[in-house]
């Protein structure tokens, strides 16, 4: 990466335009048992910082640093294939069993009691998705009992027995998971999905009328059936649910760095594309009621290196799987993400990064070893952090670049949110891979606003990854190059920055 000339962009902020709330719920993540995502990483006893529960200290301690919002659980493509009950009652009478999604042996030492408890110390909501692969409305029933009855049901009462006076309170609900894919144990066509994702959600709201309830939506914007899929989907849930979720990833291809820096297009072109699916289902139904998103599977993920066509055919316990590695770039790339999610505030109302450790993950551990941050855990954390109050309207203005993948592109992504006492705070990429960006900033609006703090994350090295032994080589660090009349700051090539106003 050379440091050409920079490049001039600007946008102009002005309190007076904003596109929705801040939603908490968007700096969600994903726990699934898969590979080590639960075994190894949040729970491991044993292990020198493990708690009298087998929970990892220093996991939990980096997921309260991350600031997640709410946890999705227990899958995934496990989720299509999983009995509950397998999961609750005491460890040693708990069964073995394979699971078909990742070519492994599930034990089950883990289940949802543990998962709660997980979460409160945590501090973070859970997510509760059911099987409606091998399973159906009865078992989600059963599964919902059993987590939120206060008691006095054989479900309620034995979720006492075992431990958990209080009911979980479980709020948020998948209505299965990626039912669109053939890869998905007991995949079906939209309409025979929709049906029965219709009388589940209208069974579940017999027991608590006010839960919220996901739908699935497609599984990338890449698929077949994308767009058919959601229509039929929601023509058949449209009174019953709340959200319609998207799933996407991405990896750089072929050495395009250029479209891979831009692949928050695709997930601009799927938001949108899924509102006027649901609006148009919506316009059609003569609703008023509108649909939300939950793009809750999202993040970098190097499918084209994953094995899965040949899985083990030893089926192992938590075997190391998707444990990709991410550098500089996939961190500014993920940061672009995060700032569509945040563009689209007014319609995506929660989100989750998939997932939380060693799976495709912001947060590393070593078996009985040490826990560390990858490149993207810092773009996640830093937005959690300082993004809070109205996502405002940011229109940057900003040349553009040539990409194979989508078109032309503009060289800077961003978007700014302001807090309830006034401070601004701007996320902005440069996703050019050779020229800093001098952005200039229109505060007027703001009155005499001052640059109070900038941060960039970049390196010399674009593939610059973290280490257990070098676990701080990429982390944002103070950006020196800021002006203030006018305001301006330099972005370097290939970097995620957070500015501060007040
Ligand atoms: O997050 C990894 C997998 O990606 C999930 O299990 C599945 O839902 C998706 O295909």
Redesign the pocket.
């Known amino acids: 990466m050379s440091n050409g000339e920079a490049i001039a962009a600007h946008l102009t902020i002005d309190p007076a335009f904003t596109v929705a709330p801040v939603r908490r719920r968007t700096f969600g993540t994903?726990v699934?048992h898969?590979g080590r995502c639960v075994y190894t990483g949040i729970y491991e006893p044993g292990h020198p910082a493990a708690d009298d529960d087998g929970f990892r200290r220093d996991v939990l301690d980096l997921t309260r640093e991350l600031g997640v919002s709410t946890v999705r659980y227990p899958?995934?493509?496990?989720v299509s294939g999983y009995r509950w009950e397998d999961g609750v009652g005491p460890r040693s009478q708990r069964p073995r069993r394979l699971d078909l999604?990742w070519h492994s042996t599930e034990t089950n030492e883990v289940g949802v009691d543990e998962f709660v408890a997980w979460c409160r110390k945590a501090g973070v909501e859970p997510m509760m998705a059911v099987n409606l692969g091998t399973r159906g409305i009865e078992a989600a029933l059963d599964l919902l009992e059993y987590c939120n009855h206060p008691g006095g049901t054989t479900l309620s009462d034995l979720r006492i027995a075992n431990g958990a006076r209080e009911p979980h309170g479980i709020r948020m609900w998948c209505l299965g998971?990626?039912m669109d894919?053939p890869?998905q144990t007991g995949h079906k066509t939209a309409r025979e999905y929709g049906r029965l994702a219709a009388e589940t959600a209208r069974a579940m709201r017999m027991i608590d009328r006010d839960l919220e309830l996901v739908a699935c939506g497609s599984?990338s914007s890449a698929m077949p059936t994308f767009g058919a899929w959601e229509a039929a989907v929601l023509e058949e849930t449209y009174d019953l649910v709340d959200a319609i979720s998207c799933?996407a990833?991405y990896e750089e291809r072929d050495g395009d760095l250029g479209s891979f820096l831009a692949c928050s297009t695709d997930m601009d072109y799927f938001i949108r594309s899924v509102v006027a699916t649901a609006d148009h289902v919506g316009a059609r139904l003569k609703s008023r009621k509108r649909i939300d998103i939950s793009f809750d599977?999202w993040n970098i993920?190097y499918l084209s290196r994953f094995t899965g066509a040949e899985p083990p055919t030893d089926w192992p316990v938590a075997p190391p799987l998707?444990e990709d590695h991410y550098h500089l770039a996939d961190a500014v790339a993920f940061g672009g993400l995060l700032i569509t999610l945040l563009r689209n505030s007014d319609r995506v109302t929660a989100a989750s990064l998939?997932?939380l450790v060693n799976?495709?993950a912001p947060i590393m551990t070593e078996p009985g070893g040490r826990a560390w941050r990858q490149t993207t855990f810092h773009p996640f954390a830093q937005a959690s952090r300082h993004a809070s109050g109205d996502v405002l309207r940011v229109e940057p203005v900003s040349p553009t670049y040539e990409t194979a993948v989508y078109g032309e592109v503009p060289l800077l992504h961003a978007t700014a949110t302001r807090a309830r006492d006034g401070g601004v705070t701007l996320f902005a990429v440069n996703r050019s891979t050779d020229r800093p960006l001098s952005l200039e900033i229109d505060a007027r609006a703001l009155g005499g606003a001052r640059v109070t703090a900038a941060t960039t994350l970049t390196d010399a090295d674009v593939y610059a990854r973290n280490t257990a032994d070098d676990p701080d080589r990429v982390a944002p660090r103070p950006n020196p190059d800021v002006e203030h009349d006018p305001l301006r700051v330099l972005l370097p090539p290939v970097s995620w920055n957070v500015i501060h106003l007040s």
């Open positions: 994903f699934e898969l899958g995934g493509n496990f999604a998971n990626e894919g890869w599984s799933h990833y599977e993920w998707l998939a997932q799976v495709i």
